[in-house]
């Protein structure tokens, strides 16, 4: 088989298995399953080889998706807080790829651990409509938690999509091998307090918040918007909690940290796949 077919066999392997989450609404990358190769330099040297950029398996390069914010509106519904309803199909940048078409090089760019590629954090009190009608009433009204805009700031990524990798000196790619280890060890705490965190919402809801912030804090240190997603979080939570007069108020609150959870989660074990690579080739390099 040419090295080619090989390539095009991976990179297709990456997508193959991934779940395609209606919420999501696209396919990502398994972050197990990213191979990142190296190529030896004339010192005997492993170093990174250049990033072919493939081609986004979820929008297969468009760059575009069917929004997945307003699947479920109304067919004459006007806006959405994601695509704005302006495309006769409804089609949105691809929140697997941030509307490139291409799959960026992850040691640089991984989705957003906040949204996850959406740009924003969906009100969940009102599924980003923007209204309500409260139960035997005619009239529609604005949401009380987003007041009719359907949306949140993502303070992660600040409607960029994407973030960096982990703020490592001078690089997640040319760290040492201890910096990289200490990474690792920032990343499986992370992941073991998000792991832990089962919310339920409702009466527990508020200490839960909290909950959800120390396991973005335990991360402050290796990215900024880890550091914004624990004030983003609990203001985002707080809106939420506006929806508390609506039957299905607790399990909407436990849905929705459930979701900044899995956001967190796939930016996490992304970072955790490209540390492991980059100890690797750091210890063959070190002669260790
Ligand atoms: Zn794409
Ligand atoms: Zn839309
Ligand atoms: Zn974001
Ligand atoms: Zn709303």
């Given at each position: 088989m040419s090295k080619i077919s090989l390539c095009l066999l991976l990179i297709a392997g990456l997508f193959a298995s991934s779940v395609q989450d209606p919420a999501r609404g696209a396919r990502y990358m398994i972050p197990e399953r990213i191979e990142r190769a190296t190529v030896e330099d004339d010192e005997g040297?492993?170093?990174?080889?250049?990033?072919?950029?493939?081609?986004?398996?979820?929008?297969?390069?468009a760059g575009t998706m069917v929004c997945a914010t307003c699947a479920r509106f109304a067919k004459d519904a006007k806006d959405c807080p994601e695509c704005g309803r302006k495309d006769p199909k409804n089609l949105t940048a691809c929140r697997a790829c941030a509307g490139s078409g291409k799959i960026a090089d992850p040691l640089d760019e991984v989705p957003c651990a906040g949204c996850m590629g959406a740009g924003m954090l969906l009100c969940t009190v009102c599924g980003g409509g923007g209204q309500l009608r409260v139960g035997a009433a005619k009239r529609w009204s604005k949401?009380?938690?987003?007041?009719?805009?359907?949306?949140?700031?993502?303070?992660?990524?600040?409607?960029?999509?994407v973030m960096s990798s982990l703020v490592i000196k001078p690089s997640l790619r040319e760290a040492d091998v201890d910096k990289l280890r200490k990474a690792m060890k920032a990343v499986d705490a992370s992941l073991a307090l998000f792991a832990a965190f089962v919310p339920q919402g409702g009466t527990k809801a508020r200490k839960e918040v909290k909950a959800l912030g120390k396991a973005y804090d335990a991360m402050k240190k290796?990215?900024?918007?880890?550091?914004?997603?624990?004030?983003?979080?609990?203001?985002?939570?707080?809106?939420?909690?506006?929806?508390?007069?609506?039957?299905?108020?607790?399990?909407?609150?436990?849905?929705?940290?459930?979701?900044?959870?899995?956001?967190?989660?796939?930016?996490?074990?992304?970072?955790?796949?490209?540390?492991?690579?980059?100890?690797?080739?750091?210890?063959?390099?070190?002669?260790?």
């Open positions: 040297k492993l170093q990174w080889a250049e990033w072919p950029a493939p081609e986004c398996g979820s929008c297969k390069g949401c009380p938690a987003c007041r009719g805009k359907g949306k949140f700031d993502c303070g992660a990524c600040k409607g960029k999509r290796y990215h900024p918007s880890f550091k914004a997603m624990v004030k983003t979080s609990k203001s985002y939570m707080s809106k939420i909690f506006a929806g508390a007069q609506f039957q299905g108020h607790a399990e909407n609150e436990a849905n929705t940290m459930n979701r900044l959870k899995a956001n967190a989660e796939y930016y996490l074990k992304h970072q955790k796949r490209m540390l492991g690579l980059a100890i690797a080739r750091a210890e063959a390099n070190a002669g260790k």
